[in-house]
């Protein structure tokens, strides 16, 4: 274990510096402002599967791996929705877990902001018109922002909560 | 008495590459008394429209066939009262198609959570007010017994579902689970499209395997319509399957170890499988390589580059998995965590027909790629790697070696990657089809029916977590409940797949 975490010390971090486009770099810096003028120190998520097919928290997960690091940025993923800023959901709301998923969101204390992430959560996906979805986040609790794909990447998912600070401090 | 043999014998069947034949009560019965003397695996139960199909296994020839009731009265002799493991099947086929099981020993819902708006959504529908229905939870009754509920938004990042411990101290006697949160109405969505349009959905019932699913339906779908597909395509497809099983053990065996307070390995662990996931976006263009195997071959060819690619990741893996596998083994207060815990009986194992990990942990040797050997994998030599201790130190170790055998059909695969086509037509037409490949978590079981004008008429796929979530409750028996987690986590059923 010595030598692991000896090798952990001397080799260069795997750490990517983030989204590498321009824009997001600045998207990053302005995330630090955003966050502290509004919440403090970091930004804290509740993620809510509602439905998935499993494929977005697969790569929700990846967030947290050396590469994309996502503490780094003062975002951070929290146990219940009493400590969250941001409900991020996906799934296209099966009706099984509409009512858990209101309840969470009556949960999180205000200000707060709902992330749809994945194509099944913004309008159903290729689940929409099923008996038993309902098309999409939106048709039980408010959605502040859409991060499209199937499963969006961790870099799709990184710069949408960037973009997201940056809408909350407008 | 009738067996597997008898249902061979019976021609006029439509399906391949193994016969569907129709059978009547007594005999229905009969299959029901061989499931329940362990003389044949139960592989899949599933409703259609007036029919219920059950698909039998036999392990010891490697054959496998269905069998089908007619059920003109919306009843058919339950199987749960003979054969435990067919009960959430059976609830699922009343829930989903109005089919009674006469006789069952549970006679609650399953998926159905009153929720839908309609009663019996693919049988014949009927509305429903949809507000919701009170679930009975079995009684525990005892001094000092209390119960703790837990879901379906849990603490972490994963699938909903509500488990009901009953507790004496902090030692659990009982776990009951209650899943059917993310049921998406799956197998109705799929019933009327196109194989094409199908097969993404097939490929989404649960996302970490949606190389294996999305296999499993394809390989049904070719059975039916006698396509034979390109040997390059079999090879990209084998590809597949192996980096998506060595993408998912390497995340398994990081989380198992971060469930037991050793966050260390999850950090090395999620770096590997972040470099599989690259070399797979790389190869084919998605990361968990959704969309890529069609009917008819795989959508996607690898290039020359990608293949380096995919070589240098193997090499990295190499380089630094054997370190970590010392670091779980030589760690005493990792295994102290994992060594006993969780233990799963050979026999219930057995008796489930469990698979994956789960089944190769408690002695059951059962692997798709070798028992009802598939290309590429019927060219390739191979371990299966079992363990009889069954504890989530056994579930870990066999996860170990996959891995190793994985990165060895990677190399070889591409070492003997075959010229030519990637994809050839599916002609529209009718037919049936049943396949079985294995997952990385165990084995996926398809049926496909195809009208005449090609599209589908009914597919189910049976997720290997049908026969490893009732063993999971039976594995926490004695624990403490804070090692449920632990526990949870070697066995990483799916709840979409079960869902559906």
């Given at each position: 274990m010595r030598k692991l975490l000896l090798q952990g010390l001397l080799k260069a971090p795997l750490t990517e510096k983030g989204p590498d486009d321009a824009a997001v770099e600045a998207l990053a810096r302005e995330l630090d402002a955003a966050a502290r003028a509004r919440l403090g120190r970091s930004l804290s998520i509740r993620e809510v599967d509602a439905g998935s097919c499993n494929g977005c928290e697969l790569e929700i997960h990846a967030l947290g791996n050396a590469f994309y690091?996502?503490?780094?940025?003062g975002i951070r993923f929290v146990a219940s929705p009493r400590h969250a800023d941001v409900l991020l959901v996906t799934g296209p709301v099966a009706k099984n877990m509409a009512e858990a998923l209101k309840r969470t969101y009556d949960a999180t204390p205000s200000p707060k902001w709902v992330v749809a992430a994945g194509d099944c959560a913004i309008n159903?996906?290729?689940?929409?018109?099923?008996?038993?979805?309902?098309?999409?986040a939106a048709a039980v609790i408010p959605v502040d922002l859409k991060i499209p794909g199937c499963p969006p990447t961790p870099v799709d998912l990184l710069t949408g909560l960037l973009a997201l600070l940056r809408a909350g401090k407008a | 008495m009738v067996n597997l043999s008898d249902l061979f014998a019976r021609?006029?069947?439509?399906?391949?590459p193994w016969p569907r034949v129709s059978v009547n009560e007594a005999e229905w019965s009969a299959l029901c008394a061989e499931l329940a003397a362990g003389r044949l695996t139960l592989s899949a139960l599933f409703g259609d429209s007036a029919t219920v199909h059950m698909a039998l296994l036999d392990e010891a020839t490697g054959r496998l066939a269905l069998a089908s009731l007619p059920c003109p009265a919306g009843a058919f002799p339950s199987v749960a009262r003979h054969h435990p493991p067919a009960a959430r099947l059976e609830r699922t086929i009343r829930d989903l198609f109005g089919l009674t099981p006469v006789g069952a020993p549970d006679d609650r819902p399953w998926l159905d959570h009153a929720r839908w708006g309609v009663r019996a959504p693919l049988g014949a529908a009927s509305p429903d007010a949809g507000a919701g229905a009170a679930y009975t939870v079995l009684p525990v009754e005892g001094e000092g017994v209390h119960q703790i509920p837990v879901g379906p938004v849990h603490a972490g990042i994963i699938e909903p579902g509500h488990f009901r411990f009953s507790a004496y101290g902090e030692t659990v006697v009982r776990l009951e689970e209650r899943l059917g949160y993310v049921h998406k109405g799956t197998e109705g969505l799929m019933a009327g499209r196109t194989p094409e349009e199908a097969a993404r959905i097939a490929g989404r019932h649960s996302g970490d395997a949606t190389v294996a699913y999305a296999l499993a339906f394809c390989r049904a779908v070719e059975a039916a319509r006698g396509v034979a597909i390109p040997e390059r395509a079999h090879a990209l497809r084998g590809l597949m399957a192996e980096l998506e099983r060595l993408a998912n053990h390497l995340g398994d065996i990081g989380a198992i170890c971060n469930d037991a307070a050793f966050a260390l390995m999850l950090a090395h662990c999620g770096v590997l499988r972040e470099r599989v996931l690259r070399a797979s976006a790389r190869a084919f263009g998605h990361r968990l390589m959704m969309d890529r195997v069609v009917p008819g071959g795989v959508a996607q060819d690898i290039t020359a580059e990608a293949i380096t690619g995919v070589k240098a990741m193997v090499a990295e893996v190499r380089r630094a998995f054997p370190a970590l596998v010392r670091l779980y083994d030589e760690t005493a207060s990792l295994q102290d965590r994992t060594v006993g815990t969780g233990f799963t009986k050979p026999e219930y194992v057995r008796q489930f027909g469990a698979g994956g990990f789960v089944g190769r942990a408690s002695g059951?040797?059962?692997?798709a790629r070798r028992a009802l050997p598939y290309p590429p994998y019927d060219r390739l030599p191979f371990e299966v790697p079992v363990r009889t201790d069954g504890d989530v130190n056994a579930r870990v170790w066999v996860r170990i070696r996959e891995v190793e055998e994985s990165l060895g059909l990677i190399i070889r695969l591409l070492d003997t990657l075959p010229k030519g086509d990637i994809l050839v037509p599916v002609p529209a037409g009718g037919g049936e089809g049943v396949a079985l490949v294995e997952s990385f978590r165990g084995d996926v079981f398809a049926f496909v029916a195809l009208a005449a004008d090609g599209r589908v008429r009914r597919a189910h796929l049976r997720d290997p977590s049908w026969f490893q979530w009732p063993l999971l409750e039976t594995a926490i028996?004695?624990?403490?409940?804070?090692d449920f987690p632990l526990c949870n986590k070697s066995f990483n059923c799916s709840y979409s797949g079960v869902d559906l």
């Open positions: 690091d996502l503490d780094r940025f159903g996906g290729l689940f929409a018109g099923s008996y038993a979805v309902t098309d999409g | 021609n006029g069947s439509a399906c391949r059951r040797p059962f692997d028996e004695g624990n403490i409940v804070a």
